[in-house]
């Protein structure tokens, strides 16, 4: 049992020396290794981290600032909405206003042409009568005119065939008498 | 140069003339178309006749022209003077008939400043003038 103590002793101490070696690393160049990320770091730190901190937080603002923008752009949509809504309800409104009285203004429109179209048919009826009258009157006073020639023409006819000169002589003794008569009174 | 000697100094002159009968009938009826004829006013004639009719009718010498449409009797002529007599109130009666079948019957009275139409034809276009409308 010593025995295997004491070779497990040694070979730990063995181990411990060997270990870097063992696992390949030099720790001379362990230590420049980690001098050289400390001024990698330093250098990083100084002059890298500072502007690309600088330039996310820019981007961060900017980004923010795009946010709120949307934000408003977001807030103003929604305010436009409203607003174009109710536009849209006045819109609808003044609409319906117009096309009510449009109906209003061509129903009054039929109304008053129905109105002109009968007074004219009306006045187109009374002078048709009106015409209609005077014609029927003139041709009366023509058909009675012309009876009248004809009346007249017939006695002529009749008269000339059937006056003599026995006749015509009682004729001239009337009238010379009846005109004696008038002068007389 | 003489003036224009007026118609009715002419119609006076022939009236007188003919009345008192110095010169005859014919001679001066001669004389008046003599006149006529050199004065160029033988276009007055109708009317220097009519102032004759006038004048001789104021003198009591009336001529009645008498159109009828067929020859009138003895007994419608005296009838006829009668009614002129009594009209004009003349002295001297005298008629100048005229036949015109276009009067039909009846018969027209002329006078000077007066005259009488009794004709039918007459009659008719009074009948058809008098009722004829418009």
């Known amino acids: 049992m010593t025995f295997l103590n004491q070779f497990a002793h040694e070979a730990t101490e063995e181990v411990q020396a060997d270990l870097f070696t063992a696992l390949g690393i030099d720790w001379r160049l362990l230590i420049l290794q980690i001098i050289a990320f400390l001024i990698l770091v330093y250098v990083l730190g100084r002059f890298v981290y500072p502007w690309l901190m600088k330039s996310v937080d820019e981007r961060q603002a900017n980004i923010e600032a795009g946010a709120k923008a949307a934000a408003k752009a977001q807030e103003a949509a929604e305010e436009n909405k409203e607003q174009v809504a109710a536009l849209l309800d006045e819109a609808r409104k003044q609409a319906a206003e117009i096309l009510g009285t449009a109906k209003l203004e061509s129903s009054e429109m039929l109304s008053a042409s129905e109105k002109k179209a009968q007074t004219t048919a009306e006045r187109i009826v009374a002078n048709a009568h009106d015409q209609l009258g005077k014609d029927v009157e003139n041709a009366r006073k023509v058909l009675y005119n012309d009876t009248l020639e004809l009346v007249a023409l017939a006695t002529e006819k009749v008269v000339t065939k059937k006056l003599d000169k026995r006749a015509d002589s009682d004729l001239i003794a009337d009238a010379v008498k009846s005109s004696s008569t008038k002068a007389a009174k | ?134």
């Open chain 2, 1 to 134: 140069m003489p003036g224009r000697i007026s118609r009715r100094r002419i119609a006076e002159y022939v009236a007188t003339e003919l009345i008192e009968a110095k010169t005859s009938q014919a001679k001066v009826l001669q004389q008046l178309a003599a006149f006529l004829v050199d004065t160029r006013r033988t276009t007055e004639l109708t009317l220097i006749v009519r102032d004759i009719e006038f004048q001789l009718s104021q003198k009591g010498y009336t001529n009645a022209t008498v159109t009828s449409a067929f020859d009138l009797t003895a007994a419608t002529q005296k009838a006829i003077e009668a009614f002129v007599k009594d009209k004009t109130k003349a002295a001297h009666i005298s008629l100048t008939t005229h036949v015109d079948p276009s009067v039909i019957g009846g018969v027209k009275v002329s006078l000077p400043g007066y005259e009488i139409n009794q004709t039918i034809a007459h009659q008719l276009t009074a009948l058809k003038t008098r009722f004829k409308k418009a």
